[in-house]
C-alpha cells in the first residue's frame, strides 16, 4: 500500500464551482498533515496545514482531516482558472528517536479549472 | 525579499561529471531541504538539515552528499552523475525543524548525458 495516494487527475471543474481534492494516508501514527499548490514548471508552495481532527478555513481553501478514516481533503470554493495547478498532499509523522520527522508527499493530483 | 535561492537553474552533465548545487536562504530559518522530483515519483527527500552542523538521510540519498556550510547555505553534490538523477532539484527551508518545507526555491533542472 502506497503510504499517501491522491488521484492523479486531471480533476476538471468549472469557473465558480468547488473543488475537492483528497488524499488517504496509510501510517496512523502520523500527526500533521499538508497541501501545497504547484503550478507548471514552478515550485511548491505550502497553501494549507491541518494537525487535528474536522475543518480549518483560510479563505477559499478548507482543509478537512479524519483521522479514522486516514483521509485528509481539500476544498477549494469559487474555484478561479488561477487555481489550476498540481495539489500535492503531504503527510508528517514523528520518527524513532523523538527528534527526526519524515514528510511523505503524494504524487499530486492536477486541478483544471475551465472559464 | 529573495527567499530560497537556488543556483544554477539549468545544467546539462556528462556521465561521470560532478557538480554542486548551490542553496541559500535569508529567512534565519533552521531546517533546510534537498528534494529531487520525478514525473510520477512526486517529491522525494534526498537529505535535509535540521540545523547548522547536522544533516540526515532522505528517502533517496544514494549518489549524493551534502554539507550545511552555515545556517544560510545547504549544498548538494554529485559526486559521480549518472542518467539516473536527471531531475528537477528543489531546495527548501523552513522555520521550525519538524519536517515540512514552508519556502522552496526555483529548482535545478539537471539532465545527465
Known amino acids: ?14 469557473e465558480g464551482a468547488i473543488a475537492s481534492l483528497n488524499c488517504t494516508y496509510s501510517d ?3 500527526q500533521s498533515f499538508f497541501w501545497y499548490r504547484q503550478y507548471s514548471g514552478k515550485s511548491p508552495e505550502l497553501i494549507m496545514s491541518i494537525y487535528s481532527n474536522g475543518d480549518k478555513e483560510d479563505g477559499r481553501f478548507t482543509a478537512q482531516l479524519n483521522k479514522a478514516s486516514q483521509y485528509v481533503s481539500l476544498l477549494i470554493r469559487d474555484s478561479q482558472p488561477s487555481d489550476s495547478a498540481t495539489y500535492l498532499c503531504a503527510v508528517n509523522r514523528r520518527g524513532s528517536g523523538g527528534s527526526n520527522y519524515k514528510l511523505t508527499f503524494g504524487k499530486g493530483t492536477l486541478l483544471t479549472v475551465n472559464p | 525579499n529573495a527567499g530560497v535561492t537556488q543556483t544554477p ?3 546539462v552533465l556528462k556521465t561521470g561529471q560532478s557538480m554542486t548545487l548551490q542553496c541559500a536562504q535569508d ?7 534537498w528534494y529531487r522530483q520525478d514525473p510520477g515519483m512526486g517529491l ?9 552542523g547536522t544533516t540526515d ?3 533517496v540519498p544514494n549518489g549524493y552528499n551534502v554539507s550545511r ?16 538523477q536527471t531531475s528537477v ?12 518545507p514552508q519556502h522552496f526555491g526555483d529548482g535545478t533542472r539537471l539532465s545527465i548525458l
Open chain 1, 1 to 14: 500500500q502506497k503510504e499517501v495516494e491522491q488521484n492523479s487527475g486531471p480533476l476538471s471543474v468549472p
Open chain 1, 28 to 30: 496512523r501514527g502520523s
Open chain 2, 9 to 11: 537553474k539549468f545544467q
Open chain 2, 27 to 33: 529567512m534565519n530559518h533552521n531546517s533546510m531541504y
Open chain 2, 44 to 52: 522525494r527527500l534526498i537529505y535535509y538539515s535540521a540545523s547548522e
Open chain 2, 57 to 59: 538521510k532522505g528517502e
Open chain 2, 69 to 84: 556550510l552555515n545556517k544560510r547555505e545547504f549544498s548538494l553534490r554529485l559526486e559521480s552523475a549518472a542518467p539516473s
Open chain 2, 89 to 100: 532539484y528543489f531546495c527548501a527551508s523552513s522555520e521550525g525543524i519538524s519536517g515540512q
